[in-house]
């Protein structure tokens, strides 16, 4: 059964870059079936999508994030990550990484971790 | 900021059916599947419903979802005090700068 389990830093400095990784066990991110996600939510608010990334290194981001935000993925490590530039105190978030299966969108999700932006 | 459109809050006692609605647009719930999570306090959201109807293995089916047009509803049927959690709807929308994956504003309920 895939799992999924995010790491990176706690804290980070305003106009800084947050990065994260999400390692993935119990099954290969090469597989092909899943589309590998970041999706962040800040506290005592709703979902944000952030973007995806296919193994094949297609990525799909949201339009609002697109032009600080870049996903890749390291398969010798089974892993993908995210990074995030320029934040700001508006990116302090729980950040979840999430896998949707390519037929059915269904997946399981990391238990996610909170990134807090401040100096 | 959501797309989706969903009702702040949303109540019943134990036994009770609710339903959430969740309201999008041509690009988004019009012509693509809908999605339903359940977050429990401090967790993780749980995908409840894909492809609009369909249940993961080991969602009760006390839980359904059903899509018309550019809308979309989640059924809670013989409600019950673990189901007091924030409800969330998602479809992909077919934006202009590539598809995007897009929440409803969410809808907690509430067993009295």
């Known amino acids: 059964q895939v799992q999924l389990q995010e790491s990176g830093p706690g804290l980070v400095k305003p106009s800084q870059t947050l990065s994260l990784t999400c390692t993935v066990s119990?099954?290969?991110?090469?597989?092909?079936?899943?589309?590998w996600s970041w999706i962040r939510q800040p506290a005592g608010k709703g979902l944000e999508w952030i973007g995806r990334?296919?193994?094949?290194?297609?990525?799909n981001y949201n339009p609002s994030l697109k032009s600080r935000v870049t996903i890749s993925v390291d398969t010798s490590k089974n892993q993908f990550s995210l990074k995030l530039s320029s934040v700001t105190a508006a990116d302090t978030a729980v950040y979840y990484c999430?896998?949707?299966?390519?037929?059915?969108?269904?997946?399981?999700w990391g238990q996610g971790t909170l990134v807090t932006v401040s100096s | 900021q959501s797309v989706l459109t969903q009702p702040p809050s949303a109540s019943g006692t134990p036994g009770q059916r609710v339903t959430i609605s969740c309201s999008g647009s041509?690009?988004?719930?019009?012509?693509?599947?809908v999605y339903w999570y359940q977050q429990l306090p401090g967790t993780a959201p749980k995908l409840l419903i894909y492809?609009?109807?369909q249940r993961p293995s080991g969602v009760p089916d006390r839980f359904s979802g059903s899509k018309s047009g550019t809308s979309a509803s989640l059924a809670i049927s013989g409600l019950r005090s673990e189901d007091e959690a924030d409800y969330y709807c998602?479809?992909?929308?077919?934006?202009?700068?590539?598809?995007?994956?897009?929440f409803g504003t969410g809808t907690k309920v509430t067993v009295l």
């Open positions: 998602a479809a992909w929308d077919d934006s202009l700068s590539g598809p995007n994956y897009v």
């Open positions: 990334i296919y193994i094949s290194g297609s990525t």
């Open positions: 492809r609009n109807n």
């Open positions: 119990g099954g290969s991110i090469s597989s092909g079936s899943y589309y």
């Open positions: 041509s690009s988004n719930i019009g012509s693509n599947y």
């Open positions: 999430a896998s949707f299966m390519s037929t059915t969108g269904t997946g399981p």
